[in-house]
């Protein structure tokens, strides 16, 4: 008797494993629906589109948040004001991101052709609030300044959130004013905005965009990007590129002409003197 339940017991069990097994095959052999291939694939204009939607259903949903603290305003309900208020407040302090980068949505054919008195007064707003975000060190020292203004002085603090100020100008000079002489200025400044902030790649799209939107732009956009590439983001044959059109065309604005050289022979020697070691 004992045989014979130990026996149906294995071969239940042997069903079972079988079974499993065979669905498991088949499950891992089919391939995925076309549903699965046919989701959006990346875009720029998928991704503004979609940037755009969660921008208006977020305002939205704060707006309606807004509703709903006035309607229990009105009928006195304190509980639920106070959790009201807190998830507006939360809403508050939670980041907003943008998600669109002025530079991504212009693209790369805007021409720095036009003088626009309007974008020149924006832009002299933006060097104006980029000019303070530093607070520095009155007396010269050995540390060089990133700015023309101070080359001999230590920044002592810097202000992120008039940096923040500065690069809201530009973008808001790049989309208001495409056509302005100005673009290529907004895009250096915003470029060394983003360095700052260690955002490189971004810093390294608005360096590239100050240069295709005017090819003789007066800043060493080139050389920034070159550095970016070279040390950021470690893509040296691009770097490479990027340093020889620096050497080209940017060395009456900058002193590097000799540390560009240096650094050209570092990633690519003469020939002559590759080891067979």
Not at 45 to 66: C, N, T
Not at 87 to 95: H, K, M, R
Request: charged share 30%; with cysteine; net charge positive.
């Amino acid at each position: 008797m004992k045989k014979i339940i130990f026996s149906a017991i294995f071969i239940i069990l042997a069903f079972v494993l079988i079974a499993s097994g065979v669905n498991h095959k088949r499950f891992m052999a089919e391939k995925p629906g076309p549903e699965v291939f046919d989701q959006m694939t990346p875009s720029a204009a998928a991704e503004i589109a979609i940037a755009e939607q969660v921008a208006q259903k977020r305002l939205a949903y704060y707006k309606e948040l807004q509703k709903l603290e006035s309607f229990y305003k009105q009928s006195g309900n304190q509980l639920k004001i106070e959790w009201v208020q807190r998830e507006l407040a939360g809403q508050d302090a939670a980041p907003r991101y943008r998600y669109l980068l002025q530079a991504e949505v212009a693209g790369d054919s805007l021409k720095a052709a036009d003088s626009i008195p309007k974008a020149d007064l924006l832009y002299e707003e933006a060097l104006d609030v980029y000019g303070r975000t530093d607070v520095i060190v009155p007396i010269p020292l050995f540390v060089k300044h990133k700015k023309a203004a101070f080359p001999d002085h230590l920044p002592l603090f810097v202000s992120k959130k008039k940096m923040r100020q500065a690069l809201n100008k530009c973008n808001e000079l790049i989309r208001d004013y495409p056509s302005s002489d100005k673009i290529d200025d907004a895009a250096y400044m915003a470029g060394e905005i983003h360095e700052f902030f260690r955002d490189y790649s971004i810093a390294l799209l608005y360096y590239k965009r100050a240069v295709q939107w005017n090819p003789y732009t007066p800043y060493p956009a080139r050389y920034r990007a070159a550095r970016l590439l070279d040390y950021k983001l470690f893509d040296r044959v691009q770097a490479l590129k990027l340093y020889r059109e620096s050497l080209e065309k940017e060395t009456e604005y900058h002193n590097s002409s000799e540390i560009i050289k240096q650094r050209i022979s570092e990633l690519a020697p003469e020939p002559n003197s590759l080891s067979i070691e």
